[in-house]
Structures are given as C-alpha cells and as structure tokens.
C-alpha cells in the first residue's frame, strides 16, 4: 500500500460530503486520494467516508462483527441517471487469494486471514446493496494510478 498516513481531509465542496463536513478522516493516502477526486468531479453528487455499518460474520473471530464500508458515492452516470455506489479501497493483493510460495507461515496466515474476513464482508455488503439497487465496486490501486 502507499506510505500510510491519516488525518482530516478539508473539502472545497463541503455540500456534497454526506455527513459532517468538518470531521472527515481518512485512513490512508489511497482514500485520501480518492476523496479528492471525489470532491471535485462534478459527475459525484454526494459522496460519504464510514458513514455507516452493516454487520458481517467473522470467521477468524467466529462472531458477527460490524463493517464501516470505505465510501458511499452519488454518481450521475452517462445516461443522467443517479446511481449510488458503495466503494472499498483496498491494496490489490488483499482482493486474491495469497499464494504461500516460500512465505513464512505467520505472514501467509495473516495474508490468509485477512482475505477470508475481506471476503466475509464483502458478501455481506454485496447483499446489502442488490438489496438496495446500489452497486458495490472494489478499487485497488490499478484503478487509482
């Protein structure tokens, strides 16, 4: 992933932001990146970062934890139809399953682990949106750069 880093993102359209304008966080360059974008393209009516949660069963944890998707956008499409979307921004390798090679076993495991929850939520927010008629897209970093 890009160099990790956090803080408040300050938008120049605050009226689009869904939610609290003045308390939007962002926890990593990509979504910063992707905030950005958001803001000031013109296609994106409203657009919100971890403005709600859905719950989702964790197999490592064995329990039903809850899940604050990355983003949920308002897009005016092609066709000017408004479209809703629910975004993840996610590192491409955490979208495959891992391949061990000569991985040591505890970085194979946690690679292994986070798939399956990645894969756990993303079935539950999957049928939360068909639920809805929202879309739900993963974007990785060959969709950002």
Known sequence: MSKYHQGFFRPQNPEKYIGDPQNIVY???????????????PNILHYGSEEFC??????????????FPDFIIEVLEQNQQKQKYVIEIKPKKQTVPPVRGNKK?????NEANTYLVNQSK???????CE???IKFMIITEDDLF
């Open 54 to 67: 859905i719950p989702y069963y964790n197999p490592i944890k064995e329990r039903v934890c809850r899940y």
């Open 131 to 133: 639920d809805r008629k």
């Open 122 to 128: 993303w079935k539950s927010i999957r049928e939360w």
């Open 27 to 41: 926890r990593s360059g990509w979504e910063l990146k992707f905030m950005q974008w958001c803001d000031r393209n």
């Open 105 to 109: 076993t505890k970085t194979y495991i």
